[in-house]
């Protein structure tokens, strides 16, 4: 039967195999595009490689986030300031990944789908993390109230 548990263990897993697959794109970025880079001018493949760097950046601290927040949650940490806070950085990232990818738009146009993709999603997170940080509020009155 399918519960929260297993649902905690398969988000867990989920982040962890987006970090080997980010640290993988991160180390083999340079061949790996080898045959588009083939089609495009020289100037592009040093634009595209800087994109992809930049952008694992923000990546790699959203999936570090987003770990340490599934973590907490699986510990019973659910309505604290922390997984506000970390919310809060998780959004941040969508954001920088935001920026990033629509400066790039300036030399590739498919970039800017991702941009607003990133965007969107760092608007949601901050959204949950407004509902998140209400609910502690809630919460930390419900604990002074005798």
Not at 60 to 65: G, K, N, R
Not at 67 to 83: A, D, E, P, S, W
Not at 138 to 141: G, P, T
């Given at each position: 039967?399918?519960?929260?548990?297993?649902?905690?263990v398969?988000s867990?897993?989920?982040?962890?195999?987006?970090?080997?697959?980010?640290a993988?794109?991160?180390?083999?970025?340079?061949?790996?595009?080898?045959?588009?880079?083939?089609?495009?001018?020289?100037?592009?493949?040093?634009?595209?490689?800087?994109?992809?760097y930049?952008?694992?950046?923000?990546a790699?601290?959203?999936?570090?986030?987003l770990?340490?927040?599934?973590?907490?949650?699986?510990?019973?940490?659910?309505?604290?300031?922390?997984?506000t806070?970390?919310?809060r950085?998780?959004?941040w990232?969508?954001?920088?990944?935001?920026?990033?990818?629509?400066?790039?738009?300036?030399?590739?146009i498919?970039?800017?789908?991702?941009?607003?993709?990133?965007?969107?999603?760092?608007?949601?997170?901050?959204?949950?993390?407004?509902?998140?940080?209400?609910?502690?509020s809630?919460?930390?009155?419900a604990?002074?109230?005798?």
């Open positions: 039967m399918w519960d929260d548990r297993k649902s905690l398969l867990k897993c989920s982040v962890v195999f987006f970090m080997v697959l980010l993988g794109c991160a180390v083999y970025a340079p061949s790996g595009f080898r045959v588009w880079f083939a089609r495009t001018q020289e100037g592009a493949k040093a634009y595209f490689l800087a994109t992809v930049l952008g694992c950046i923000p790699a601290a959203l999936l570090a986030l770990y340490t927040l599934l973590h907490r949650i699986g510990g019973g940490q659910l309505f604290v300031t922390k997984n806070d970390c919310l950085h998780i959004s990232c969508c954001f920088a990944g935001a920026a990033v990818s629509l400066a790039s738009s300036l030399y590739w498919p970039w800017l789908a991702v941009g607003i993709a990133a965007a969107f999603m760092g608007l949601i997170v901050r959204v949950i993390k407004n509902l998140v940080a209400k609910a502690v809630l919460q930390d009155d604990d002074f109230t005798i």
